[in-house]
């Protein structure tokens, strides 16, 4: 029996060498930093984050929501066919095509896999170019398994939501209603869950007498591992994206915890299926339209201030990181000079070429100082990035990016 299932998970591990889907998150990973790293440069003349951040932030959450679903899924005994998880990568890559991870929800993507099932085995449809018996594993999937897995799906997106730091939303400039530029803060997340996923026609018996709860196929079982993609993505300009994300998060685990209910439901009337991915599918675009809705009722954040210089962005590992300057604060004061702009910012700095004191207001209207050391080859703006009066607007030209 161990040495069955030892055989198994390498067998696991090796099929997911095969999965377009993990080829396809690196894919987007890169074409989605390529292009955020160009906006950035566009918008204030060097690039603010390094490549791959979209991803990279979030591995702790994957891993451990990938080892958690996977025990519940083999504990459970939970069986997905080939062709459904084959339809998840399909729709999670047509949705992503355009960049926008959003599409990559459960309440989107799962929804309409579990409706097309629906359909398949409510009029007994058929598609004569499927391989042999995949019509009848698309027909025989558990829709109760799917509809609760699309819950689970949601609640760790709201995760990726309640995790959001504002220290590392992307920063970006739009024009606003009088025509002076404003900044947003952009939060993009690609979340790459690892499944073991128990799958028809392997060596695997039963494990126990009821088990697996959720059968498919007259064989024995297998396992796969499978990247599951969940994604969150919003701008941000009336609240700071950790305010925003907060928000997000309690409403998409509202909607988790009620396409839950539903599912519970749908193991004793079928009824509660349909019901559960309409709720799922609508709750998720009416919550992304509720949220900007409110956020765009806001007075934006990050416009031009007369009594300092609102802080966009902050560099990492720039002298500005390391003073433990954050987003969301204003600039008042350099060396006890007041700056409004970033050319009265840039000639107080030239006081001092070997040490910086700032007179700081942060998020909470509290005055704090912080001071530092600079040195020769440091960003000429410490590593802060501001609400530019136009796009590319330097004071110094050709400074080294600092992030490469």
């Known amino acids: 029996m161990i040495n069955q299932w030892l055989i198994e998970i390498g067998e696991g591990f090796i099929w997911l060498i095969g999965q377009p889907l993990l080829y396809w998150a690196i894919l987007l990973t890169i074409i989605t930093s390529y292009y955020r790293r160009k906006q950035e440069r566009n918008d204030f003349g060097s690039s603010v984050y390094g490549f791959g951040t979209e991803w990279s932030r979030t591995w702790l959450i994957s891993l451990v929501s ?27 890559i047509i949705g992503t095509v355009t960049g926008r991870l959003y599409f990559l929800s459960a309440g989107y993507v799962m929804s309409t896999i579990i409706l097309i099932l629906g359909l398949i085995r409510e009029f007994s449809l058929t598609i004569n170019l499927l391989p042999n018996g995949w019509m009848n594993e698309l027909s025989g999937t558990s829709l109760p398994l799917l509809l609760a897995l699309t819950a689970v799906f949601l609640v760790i997106e709201s995760v990726l939501w309640f995790t959001t730091n ?14 002076k530029y404003i900044g947003k803060h952009h939060v993009k997340r690609l979340s790459v869950v690892p499944l073991l996923v128990p799958v028809p026609n392997g060596v695997i018996d039963s494990l126990f007498s009821w088990w697996p709860l959720f059968p498919l196929g007259d064989g024995g079982y297998g396992l796969m591992v499978f990247p599951l993609l969940i994604g969150v993505q919003h701008a941000f300009q009336g609240h700071f994206s950790n305010q925003g994300g907060r928000l997000f998060g309690k409403w998409v685990l509202t909607l988790g915890l009620i396409t839950g209910i539903f599912a519970a ?20 675009a009416l919550i992304q339209l509720y949220v900007r809705f409110l956020d765009l009722e806001k007075p934006g954040l990050f416009t031009p201030h ?18 433990g300057l954050k987003s969301g604060e204003r600039v008042e004061k350099v060396h006890q000079i007041s700056v409004s702009n970033e050319n009265e910012f840039y000639d107080a700095l030239q006081e001092s070429r070997t040490f910086c004191k700032l007179e700081v207001r942060n998020v909470d209207g509290e005055i704090r100082f912080v001071q530092g050391p600079m040195y020769q080859g440091d960003h000429h703006e410490l590593g802060l990035i501001f609400v530019k009066e136009k796009p590319r607007f330097r004071l110094y030209q050709d400074f080294p990016d600092h992030v490469g």
Do not use: Q
Request: aromatic content about 10%.
């Open 166 to 179: 504002k220290e590392y939303a992307y920063p970006k400039l739009i024009k606003g209603k009088r025509g």
């Open 66 to 92: 990938g080892v958690i679903l996977s025990a519940l899924l083999i504990i459970s005994g939970g069986v997905l066919s080939y062709p459904v998880l084959l339809m998840i990568s399909v729709l999670s």
């Open 306 to 323: 007369p009594k300092g210089l609102i802080i966009l962005a902050v560099i990492k590992d720039s002298p500005a990181d390391k003073m």
């Open 265 to 284: 439901g749908s193991f004793y009337d079928p009824i509660f299926i349909y019901i559960g991915i309409a709720t799922a599918f609508v709750g998720r």
